[in-house]
């Protein structure tokens, strides 16, 4: 209790003996409170820029999947486990396409850059007449 009224809470040692425990049970349960508010926050932006991604689960993540103090692991040995193998195969193939692509990107060529080029910037049909090698206008 000592080691995390001072190292958790950041209080003083006169301020830790000071306080009574129903008191610092309150200051210890608001800063865990505060402590799954910014992991609430980084997870949903982490679940919007995987479930947005070009390799997004076709089921989506959630952002509870990236909250390891959530209450819903408490009975868990590790945050992982809350997590179905097979989404963390998922997991491991979207991050070995990100790493490919910061790969290719580096080097200036390879197939997942020439795919996302090709799908991103689609080629006119060519014919003859120049007036038909524009696109048409909506």
Not at 41 to 67: H, R
Request: hydrophobic share 35%; aromatic share 8%.
């Amino acid at each position: 209790m000592w080691a995390q009224g001072r190292y958790d809470l950041g209080l003083s040692e006169d301020e830790f003996w000071r306080l009574t425990p129903k008191q610092f049970h309150l200051l210890y349960d608001r800063h865990r409170e505060a402590m799954l508010h910014r992991e609430m926050t980084a997870a949903f932006t982490t679940a919007a820029v995987i479930n947005s991604s070009m390799c997004a689960p076709k089921d989506g993540v959630g952002a509870i999947e990236f909250m390891p103090n959530h209450p819903s692991f408490t009975n868990r040995e590790s945050p992982t486990q809350a997590i179905s193998e097979e989404k963390q195969v998922a997991h491991a193939d979207y991050m070995a396409k990100v790493l490919q692509l910061a790969a290719e990107l580096k080097q200036g060529h390879g197939p997942l850059l020439t795919k996302i080029k090709e799908e991103s910037c689609p080629t006119p049909q060519t014919s003859s007449s120049p007036a038909s090698m524009r696109y048409s206008q909506p």
